[in-house]
């Protein structure tokens, strides 16, 4: 059984700040990592994804990847209230079909 | 261009009736998923198609639950007899070969009763 762990939250953090959402997985076998946010009640929506080990940016959002130690990360610059929303961590071992989703981090910016 | 649209958005029914979930992929994509979402285990992957062709089913629940394609542009999930544990957020999303994103749908909110 392929694990995705991130930590429910919720994680609240002051508008400016950085927020730091985590994940960790059991397959070393995974090759790609995905960040979606949802925001309530509605349907997951891509970030980014990130193949390689090191960091990925694009805009306010950076992704962290290292395979040794089986975590990826996602940091938000200076963060906005509507960055509020549960993250979901993704891995896949395959080509961009199979994907195990972590129970997603829920982020409260508060202004 | 419009996104992948599922229908009905809310659907209520009561346990033992037939549930059927429809989706039509953005045009183009060749791969579609169905995934269900729920408080407890969150976000799974039921089953995904390539070019109508059902290639991974092992998320299907049981035999209860059936998905079909018949075209590029529809695909069914449905789940005959429902029960209450059924209830839950039906996504349908779509892929095109050579892209890494898959879009979802608006869902489909499903309450068994």
């Known amino acids: 059984q392929k694990e995705v762990e991130q930590n429910s939250g919720p994680l609240s953090v002051p508008e400016g700040a950085i927020a730091s959402l985590n994940c960790t997985y059991s397959?070393?076998?995974?090759?790609?990592f995905f960040w979606y946010r949802q925001y309530s009640g509605k349907s997951p929506e891509l970030i980014m994804f990130?193949?390689?080990?090191g960091d990925k940016e694009d805009g306010r959002f950076t992704a962290q990847l290292n395979k040794a130690s089986q975590y990826v990360s996602l940091l938000i610059r200076d963060s906005q209230p509507s960055d509020s929303a549960t993250y979901l961590c993704?891995?896949?071992?395959?080509?961009?079909?199979?994907?195990?989703f972590g129970s997603g981090t829920k982020l409260n910016v508060k202004p | 261009d419009a996104g992948v649209i599922q229908s009905p958005r809310h659907e209520v029914t009561e346990m033992g009736q037939e549930v059927t979930l429809r989706c039509k992929p953005i045009?183009?994509?060749?791969?579609l998923f169905w995934y269900r979402q729920t408080m407890m285990r969150g976000l799974e992957l039921l089953i995904y198609?390539?070019?109508?062709?059902?290639?991974?089913d092992s998320g299907m629940p049981e035999d209860r639950f059936s998905a079909k394609m018949p075209n590029a542009s529809f695909s069914t999930l449905k789940i005959q007899p429902s029960e209450p544990r059924d209830s839950a957020v039906y996504f349908c999303?779509?892929?095109?070969?050579?892209?890494?994103?898959?879009?979802f749908g608006p869902g489909t909110r499903l309450l068994v009763l």
């Open positions: 999303a779509s892929r095109r070969t050579g892209q890494e994103t898959q879009y």
């Open positions: 397959d070393r076998g995974s090759q790609s």
């Open positions: 990130i193949y390689s080990n």
């Open positions: 993704a891995v896949t071992e395959d080509n961009f079909n199979k994907f195990y």
């Open positions: 045009s183009g994509h060749d791969y």
């Open positions: 198609f390539n070019n109508n062709v059902p290639i991974d």
